[in-house]
């Protein structure tokens, strides 16, 4: 009899010891699943010190100021962006520079992009007078919906994400601006504000790490904030992993530094095919484009000053006299120096009369989640007296804590940006004009949580039933 008991207890002890194996087996596989790298996430490995609801602007002459070399000059960044030149691109450099195509980091997300599945599409040449060069390219079919060439908007392809280029609503104007934050943007910022005027802006990677202060302001304002690549450059002709990489380290540069995660952005001259496309798709960005341009950018360089003020004069003809009775439009227009911010300034009381509706992208398109961040939410379209910056849950609200700004010690300087504000606004001058020719005028993750209901089954309440059952059968 005591063979037999003792047997039995033997046997249950061994089926407990199986149990634990099987749930330590469960909860490695678990832990390993939870820490696998999910493409859909990626912008959750941004560790923004930025709430996005509460920022505070420091008050320093750059910040201040309304004269432009004050406003330009080097600062120290905010103490809620920590820049430290070895984790980003070299500004104004194609964003693989300084080997940030070979990181741990970047390597992660290229890795979980199923690369087989991108359009085989070749990429573009540059000729000698730095136009795209379409010889070759059947443009009345245009295959690659090429918008360089034919101004197509909708992907000829499963799985990418369908261009945004006009707003439906009439007697919509759809506000953008392109290059930001531009270092002497105080006056037009105070303007928008004061007038209570958002509008999308585009901002350029380097820009953004270089400017922390106006990229803020830009978020604290309501703005629609949308990437504009690393470095302003022709993304057609760019290799697979060139393009990821403006698009991913321009995606962290506006986390960083604003908090929010960009769901929009905006090839530089338009420049973009399903290739393109397709890989924005893979970090959740859609194409906004536009279907009106004033050509601002080239105001007292390649065109007269005149010359743009008439297409402005132009396009506000057209909201008063019925061409978008029935729809809207989007216009490109651009941050990139004082003259077309002056422009901007000039002409935004004349559209304002002219259309019924003047606001951002997001808006027009009755896009209410415009970042990853689902604790910013923007008023649906007509709902103008919704604050485009209100949290989602009362409660998120109340526990946000206000992020006070204090300047770093001078001795923290040989880790911030370098500053480029003329070289940066001449860089996208002269690449605007010389491509002038080629441009035509345009998860949040699911979390599986599993529950069970009734009895656990676990290894210390069956070691412990072993010894209950051993102890009464002995």
Same mark, same amino acid.
């Given at each position: 009899m005591y063979i037999k008991t003792s047997a039995v207890a033997v046997t249950l002890l061994q089926i407990a010891g199986f149990v634990q194996a099987a749930t330590s087996t469960t909860k490695s596989t678990s832990t390993a699943s939870s820490t696998k790298f999910v493409l859909a996430d990626y912008w959750k490995s941004f560790n923004s010190k930025v709430d996005p609801l509460n920022i505070t602007i420091a008050k320093i002459p750059q910040t201040t100021s309304l004269d432009g070399a004050t406003q330009c000059k080097w600062y120290e960044p905010p103490a809620n962006f920590d820049f430290k030149e070895s984790e980003w691109p070299n500004l104004w450099e194609t964003a693989t520079s300084n080997g940030m195509n070979e990181t741990a980091e970047f390597k992660r997300v290229y890795n979980a992009i199923d690369? +087989?599945?991108a359009p085989n599409i070749k990429v573009r040449k540059i000729g000698s007078d730095g136009s795209l060069n379409m010889a070759g390219y059947d443009q009345n079919n245009d295959p690659d919906c090429w918008w360089s060439a034919s101004t197509c908007t909708k992907p000829k392809q499963e799985g990418i994400n369908e261009d945004i280029y006009t707003c439906p609503e009439p007697e919509t104007w759809g506000l953008t601006y392109d290059d930001g934050p531009n270092c002497s943007h105080n006056a037009f910022y105070d303007y928008l504000e004061a007038e209570k005027i958002k509008a999308s802006m585009f901002y350029i990677g380097s820009n953004v790490v270089n400017w922390p202060y106006g990229a803020q302001r830009g978020q604290k304002a309501g703005h629609h904030i949308a990437d504009h690549t690393w470095s302003h450059q022709l993304m057609t002709t760019l290799?697979?992993?060139e393009v990821l990489a403006e698009l991913y380290y321009t995606q962290k540069a506006i986390k960083m530094v604003t908090g929010v995660?960009?769901?929009h952005w905006r090839p530089a001259f338009g420049d973009v095919d399903n290739r393109v496309r397709w890989i924005a798709t893979q970090l959740g960005l859609t194409t906004i484009l536009w279907d009106l341009d004033t050509d601002d950018w080239a105001a007292g360089s390649t065109e007269t000053v005149s010359t743009v003020k008439k297409t402005y004069e132009d396009y506000?003809?057209?909201?008063?006299?019925g061409t978008f009775k029935? +729809?809207?439009q989007i216009t490109l227009t651009h941050e990139i120096d004082d003259t077309t911010m002056t422009l901007a300034m000039e002409f935004l009381p004349k559209i304002r009369k002219a259309y019924k509706n003047v606001l951002d992208v997001a808006t027009c398109m009755n896009i209410t989640n415009p970042y990853y961040e689902d604790n910013v939410v923007f008023a649906p379209f007509g709902a103008a007296a919704v604050s485009n910056t209100s949290s989602t849950a009362s409660n998120t609200a109340a526990s946000s804590t206000t992020i006070d700004i204090t300047l770093p010690s001078a001795s923290s300087a040989s880790s911030a940006a370098v500053p480029v504000s003329s070289a940066s606004s001449a860089a996208v001058s002269a690449s605007h004009s010389a491509?002038? +020719?080629s441009s035509v005028a345009a998860v949040a993750?699911?979390?599986n949580a599993e529950s069970s209901a009734g009895i656990q089954?676990?290894?210390?309440?069956?070691?412990?039933? &072993?010894?209950?059952? &051993?102890?009464?059968?002995?």
């Open positions: 690369w +087989s599945k290799t697979n992993t995660t960009p769901r506000i003809a057209m909201g008063a006299n029935n +729809s809207g491509t002038a +020719s993750a699911v979390q089954l676990t290894s210390n309440s069956m070691i412990v039933a &072993a010894f209950i059952v &051993a102890a009464y059968l002995i």
